[in-house]
């Protein structure tokens, strides 16, 4: 179900002369629930608490920043009523589609594509996070900027804008081509064990196959297979003998050492633990 929420309008909030604005704002329970007629990064530079965005609502903490089209309606909240509480502190960065209009002629065709998205309700919102401090740096600045409104001030928002616009995009894809780079280079990781799932692989050799160390590695088998590496070689063994004692007439001793089990009682009480049937019993079942 549709919240029903406010639309807040560029000329209620941008500066006319620069199309834009950058403020430094407290988060309360008091700004509505809201969409606007322009484009807003939301960096949040302070506190902790809920953003919540069209029907999706995350937590918020220091170094996320949130980019939100045209038209998606959000509002942040603290994450309580207390006192005690620390109230989210964010800095916001608002520009209309005449701006980025005239900010997508010093950008390259894939960043004036985003940026049109932004302006049409052809891109949804997301968030990317701040690891090095390069977009908190670029926040301050323009806040300091807008807040000086002195000579060359208007120059200088419209290139630290430019430049935090490359940055969040830079984030953004470059985070999905690391997933993607991650993914291909897990599969090979996969793809050795397949072919030597009989031998003691170790972590170790692993790592020296892969290039990641032995905990990215944990974290990686985790995150791909949802089982600890030890695991999932345990599984892949076991999965390995069930295609063994299905498709061939070998005897079970030898297709323990096959799938690199040095003790048949060690194999048989592993079977039985994963498969809920001795390796004879599921021979029997196969047949």
Same mark, same amino acid.
């Given at each position: 179900?549709?919240?029903?929420?406010?639309?807040?309008?560029?000329?209620?909030?941008?500066?006319?002369?620069? &199309?834009?604005?950058?403020?430094?704002?407290?988060?309360?329970?008091?700004?509505?629930?809201?969409?606007?007629?322009?484009?807003?990064?939301?960096?949040?530079?302070?506190?902790?608490?809920?953003? &919540?965005?069209?029907? #999706?609502?995350?937590?918020?903490?220091?170094?996320?920043?949130?980019?939100?089209?045209?038209?998606?309606?959000?509002?942040?909240?603290?994450?309580?009523?207390?006192?005690?509480?620390?109230?989210?502190?964010?800095?916001?960065?608002?520009?209309?589609?005449?701006?980025?209009?005239?900010?997508?002629?010093?950008?390259?065709?894939?960043?004036?594509? &985003?940026?049109?998205?932004?302006?049409?309700?052809?891109?949804?919102?997301?968030?990317?996070?701040?690891?090095?401090?390069?977009? #908190?740096?670029?926040?301050?600045?323009?806040?300091?900027?807008?807040?000086?409104?002195?000579?060359?001030?208007?120059?200088?928002?419209?290139?630290?804008?430019?430049?935090?616009?490359?940055?969040?995009?830079?984030?953004?894809?470059?985070?999905?081509?690391?997933?993607?780079?991650?993914?291909?280079?897990?599969?090979?990781?996969?793809?050795?064990?397949?072919?030597?799932?009989?031998?003691?692989?170790?972590?170790?050799?692993?790592?020296?196959?892969?290039?990641?160390?032995?905990?990215?590695?944990?974290?990686?088998?985790?995150?791909?297979?949802?089982?600890?590496?030890?695991? =999932?070689?345990?599984?892949?063994?076991?999965?390995?003998?069930?295609?063994?004692?299905?498709?061939?007439?070998?005897?079970?001793?030898?297709?323990?050492?096959?799938?690199? =089990?040095?003790?048949?009682?060690?194999?048989?009480?592993?079977?039985?633990?994963?498969?809920?049937?001795?390796?004879? #019993?599921?021979?029997?079942?196969?047949?």
């Amino acid at each position: 179900m549709n919240r029903t929420h406010e639309v807040f309008e560029r000329q209620y909030f941008l500066q006319e002369n620069l &199309h834009m604005l950058v403020n430094r704002f407290t988060e309360d329970f008091l700004v509505p629930y809201h969409a606007h007629d322009f484009i807003e990064f939301c960096y949040v530079a302070e506190g902790n608490g809920f953003h &919540h965005i069209g029907q #999706e609502t995350f937590p918020i903490h220091k170094g996320l920043l949130f980019v939100i089209p045209i038209g998606v309606a959000h509002v942040f909240r603290p994450a309580s009523s207390e006192r005690s509480s620390k109230q989210p502190v964010v800095y916001n960065c608002l520009f209309d589609p005449h701006l980025a209009d005239q900010l997508s002629i010093f950008q390259e065709l894939p960043i004036q594509e &985003h940026l049109s998205s932004l302006t049409n309700n052809a891109s949804s919102y997301y968030s990317v996070f701040d690891r090095d401090g390069s977009i #908190e740096s670029l926040m301050l600045q323009l806040h300091q900027e807008m807040s000086a409104n002195k000579l060359g001030s208007k120059t200088m928002l419209y290139a630290l804008l430019n430049q935090l616009i490359v940055t969040v995009y830079r984030r953004k894809f470059e985070a999905q081509e690391d997933e993607r780079n991650e993914s291909a280079g897990f599969h090979l990781v996969i793809d050795y064990l397949e072919h030597n799932f009989n031998k003691a692989v170790t972590l170790s050799e692993l790592s020296h196959v892969s290039g990641w160390s032995s905990r990215q590695l944990q974290r990686l088998f985790l995150k791909h297979t949802g089982q600890s590496y030890g695991a =999932y070689l345990q599984s892949l063994r076991i999965r390995k003998s069930c295609e063994l004692l299905r498709g061939s007439s070998q005897k079970i001793a030898i297709i323990a050492e096959l799938v690199g =089990y040095a003790s048949i009682d060690s194999f048989n009480s592993t079977f039985k633990k994963n498969v809920g049937l001795t390796p004879t #019993e599921y021979r029997k079942s196969s047949l």
